[in-house]
C-alpha cells in the first residue's frame, strides 16, 4: 500500500532530518515508528503527506508517486491519507459533528466546501463512526469542552470518514494518560483490522509499540537503524536506536539467547 524509498529531508540551513530512508506498509499491518527526540520521526510522517516536502526520494501510495503531485492531484492523494494529529488538530469553537465531518471536504466542490454542504450520506455514516469510537451522544458538544482522549477520539473519527487507504498517525498518545493512551491504540487496532486499513504510528511509548505493531522501525538521526518484529527488539537493538550503540557481535546474541557463553561451550565441547 505505502512504499518509501530513499527519503530524504535537509533544511535550508543545512540540518538533515532525514537520510535514505526505506520502508513498505501493507495491507492493514499496523507499523510503528520509534526513536529518541530529534531522530526524525514526526518529519517522516509529515514527510509522507507533503505536509513537509522531501529533499529527495519518493513515496508511492497504491501504485502512485506522491513527491511529484501538486494541486488537485495532490489533495486527491492527501484525502487517501488519513492524519491523527498528537494536538489533535480540532477547530476548538466548532462542534464534534462539524470537526468529524471536516474529514469529507476533500471530496467537496470549494463551494460547497465553504458552506459545509455536506453529502446526506457522509453525516449518516458520522452518526456511525463517532458511535464506533465511543462518542455518541457528543455530536453537538464543542470541541474546546472535550478532554484529551475524547479530542482524540474525535481525530481519529474525522481521519476514518475520510475513507482513507491509510492512516498516520504522529504521536497520538503522547498528550493521554496512560490508560486512555491504551484505549487509543485499541481503537486504532480495532478500526484498522475492520476496515482493512493500514497504520503507520509514531509513537515514543516502546511498551505500547511492542504490544500493538506487527513490525517497528527504529529511526537515529534521520536513519533507520532497526526494523524487524517487535520480538527483535530486544535490549541490543534499543541501545543501537536510543544510545546510538553498535550492534552486537554474534557472539554476544547467542549468549543473550541461551543464557551461556561462547566461551563455555567450548570448553566443555574441547578435546
Known amino acids: 500500500m505505502l512504499s518509501v524509498s530513499e527519503l530524504g529531508k535537509t533544511y535550508p540551513s543545512g540540518e538533515r532530518a532525514l537520510h535514505d530512508v526505506s520502508m513498505e506498509v501493507a495491507g492493514k499491518e499496523i507499523v510503528s515508528i520509534i526513536g529518541p527526540s530529534g531522530a526524525g520521526k514526526s518529519t517522516m510522517i509529515r514527510c509522507i503527506n507533503r505536509l513537509t516536502e522531501p529533499t529527495e526520494g519518493s513515496i508511492v501510495l497504491d501504485g502512485r508517486d506522491v513527491t511529484g503531485l501538486s ?5 486527491t492523494a492527501r484525502r487517501e491519507m488519513g492524519m491523527i494529529f498528537q494536538e ?37 455514516r458520522a ?13 453537538n458538544a464543542r ?20 475513507r482513507p487507504k491509510i492512516i498516520l498517525a504522529d504521536e497520538p498518545t503522547s498528550a493521554l494518560d496512560p490508560e486512555t493512551s ?4 485499541d481503537l486504532l487496532t480495532e478500526i484498522s483490522r475492520d476496515e482493512d486499513i493500514p497504520v503507520l504510528i509514531n509513537i515514543h511509548e516502546v511498551e505500547l509499540a511492542r504490544e500493538y505493531a506487527e513490525r517497528i522501525v527504529g529511526l537515529r538521526e534521520g536513519e533507520v537503524v532497526f526494523e524487524g518484529p517487535p520480538e ?11 544510545r546510538g550503540a553498535e550492534p552486537a557481535s554474534p557472539t554476544v546474541v547467542a ?16 578435546f
Open 71 to 75: 494541486g488537485k492531484e495532490l489533495q
Open 88 to 124: 489533535f488538530n480540532l477547530v476548538e469553537r466548532l462542534t464534534v459533528m462539524e470537526n468529524v465531518l471536516s474529514g469529507t471536504l476533500g471530496y467537496l466542490s470549494t463551494w460547497n466546501a465553504f458552506r459545509r454542504n455536506y453529502q446526506g450520506e457522509d453525516v449518516e
Open 127 to 139: 452518526y456511525e463512526v463517532l458511535d464506533r469510537v465511543g462518542m455518541a451522544g457528543r455530536e
Open 143 to 162: 470541541a474546546d469542552e472535550l478532554s484529551g482522549g475524547q479530542r482524540q477520539r474525535v481525530g481519529i473519527a474525522r481521519a476514518v470518514l475520510q
Open 182 to 185: 491504551r484505549a487509543v491504540m
Open 232 to 242: 527483535e527488539l530486544d535490549s541490543d537493538a534499543r541501545n543501537v536506536i536510543y
Open 255 to 270: 549468549q543473550e539467547k541461551t543464557g551461556v557463553s561462547i566461551s563455555e561451550v567450548d570448553k566443555e565441547t574441547s
